[in-house]
C-alpha cells in the first residue's frame, strides 16, 4: 500500500501492482483486496519522476466509506503492508480476448479482419 488519504468520512487507499496484474484493471471495474470486493477508483501508470513510480508497476486506488471501514481487513492495514489483490473476472476476460485477437498469429482473428479489409479497398479500387 502506498498512501491512504482521508476525503470526508472515507478513505482512500492507494496501491503499486506489477503491470502484469494492472493489465487487466478496468477503470471503475472491481478489485477484491483480502477478500473485500471494491470499486477501483484510480488506475495509472505513474511517470518516472511521481513519488509513487515504481519501475514495472501501475497503481490503483480505491475508497472505503466509513462502513466499509468498519468491517474489512483491509482497512485495517497500513502504508507498507501488503494485501491480497484478486483482479476482476470481466476485467481478466477482455484481456483474455484482446490478447487472443492481437497474438492470434498467422491465420488468427487479426490477419482474417485486415485481409477482409484489404480486400474490400482493392474491389473498390477495382485492382482486384
Known amino acids: ?3 491512504i488519504t482521508p476525503d470526508g468520512d472515507s478513505l482512500r487507499y492507494l496501491f503499486s501492482i506489477p503491470l502484469a496484474f494492472f493489465t487487466p484493471m478496468i477503470p471503475k471495474g ?5 477478500g473485500t470486493s471494491l470499486t477501483l477508483t484510480s488506475l495509472a501508470i ?3 519522476d ?3 513510480y515504481r519501475a ?7 475508497m472505503l466509506i466509513a462502513h466499509t471501514q468498519s468491517r474489512t481487513v483491509v482497512a485495517m492495514k497500513s502504508v507498507g503492508d501488503s494485501v491480497n489483490v ?3 473476472v470481466v476485467g481478466k476476460g477482455v484481456e483474455s480476448i484482446v490478447r487472443n485477437v492481437l497474438e492470434g498469429g498467422e491465420g488468427g482473428a487479426m490477419e482474417a479482419m ?3 479489409a484489404v480486400e474490400r479497398v482493392l474491389a473498390r479500387k477495382g485492382l482486384v
Open 50 to 52: 511521481d513519488p509513487n
Open 30 to 34: 472491481y478489485v477484491a483486496l483480502d
Open 56 to 62: 514495472g508497476c501501475g497503481t490503483f486506488g480505491v
Open 114 to 116: 485486415i485481409e477482409r
Open 46 to 48: 505513474p511517470a518516472a
Open 1 to 3: 500500500m502506498l498512501s
Open 86 to 88: 484478486e483482479v476482476d
